[in-house]
């Protein structure tokens, strides 16, 4: 395999009312590159926190993080980061939003325009480009969020849930949607969800994580083609492999 992130040894806490709270238990794993890892695991179990560091916007208290063999000590556009509540700036065009990075990262203005229009294609949201994000659905949001971290180019994706608010018709749709844009964009992309069904049809890797403090309770590769269909055989059979180690750690989530 050949990693683009190497996770060696990680280990963060934070602290509250005095009190330390262990999020990532020690935790080593080698993210491949130009695929698509899944991370799962029971709530506040460190998903966010871990893909927090990994994006660099916090920081290890032990351990560290590699991309490309270097040290990550903070956020870079080598790393783009889709939110599940999408967090647009509500003050600004559809257009306007995925212009705003580029700008801030010293693109000239008719540079950023074009980049954004290109992707505001790829995500097929033609005509919208002078719209408000109040104005638009849920995915509609969820693709101008996709459209301004791939805008950078940036090597990797950082995805926390990024479909986990949408209703389910509109999420599977987004889900295919992802799968062909990352057919003509190739990106390394981490992506966590709760759910193992969008987990077995988006993912090569799932990585299946124990309840808190955060470690990894084991791994599923996924081999299957990439255009794939949720009845499956051998889909089920990815699905009941994740879901016997979830399970443990979810009861274990419940009981402190
Ligand atoms: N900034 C912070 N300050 C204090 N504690 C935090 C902070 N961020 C996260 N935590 C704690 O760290 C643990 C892991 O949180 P995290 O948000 O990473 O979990 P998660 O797996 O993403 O959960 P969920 O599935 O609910 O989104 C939780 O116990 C949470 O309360
Ligand atoms: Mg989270």
Request: proline residues 5%.
């Amino acid at each position: 395999m050949d990693p683009i992130i190497q996770i060696q040894d990680l280990y963060k806490t934070f602290t509250e009312n005095d009190k330390e709270l262990v999020a990532l238990d020690h935790i080593n794993l080698d993210i491949p590159r130009n695929q698509f890892t899944v991370l799962i695991g029971p709530s506040g179990c460190g998903k966010t926190t871990l893909l927090n560091t990994i994006a660099g916007f916090e920081k290890a208290t032990s351990g560290k993080i590699l991309l490309d063999g270097k040290p990550i000590l903070k956020p870079a556009p080598d790393r783009g980061y889709v939110f599940q509540d999408y967090a647009l700036f509500p003050w600004l065009t559809v257009l306007g939003n995925i212009t705003f990075g580029l700008t801030h990262n010293g693109w000239e203005k008719k540079g950023a325009e074009e980049k954004a229009r290109e992707y505001i294609d790829l995500v097929h949201l033609q005509g919208f480009e002078e719209a408000y994000p109040h104005t638009l659905s849920g995915g509609m949001k969820q693709r101008v969020a996709i459209a301004r971290a791939l805008a950078y180019n940036p090597e990797v994706l950082l995805m926390d849930e990024p479909f986990g608010a949408l209703d389910a018709q509109t999420r599977k749709h987004m889900q295919r949607e992802l799968v062909k844009i990352l057919e003509k964009e190739q990106k390394t992309v981490v992506f966590v969800t709760h759910s193992v069904i969008e987990a077995v049809f988006l993912a090569d890797l799932v990585i299946v994580m124990t309840a808190r403090p955060g470690k990894v309770k084991g791994m599923v590769k996924i081999d299957l083609p990439r255009k794939r269909s949720y009845v499956e055989d051998h889909y089920l059979h990815y699905r009941e492999q994740i879901l016997e180690l979830l399970e443990e750690e979810v009861e274990k989530g419940f009981e402190d």
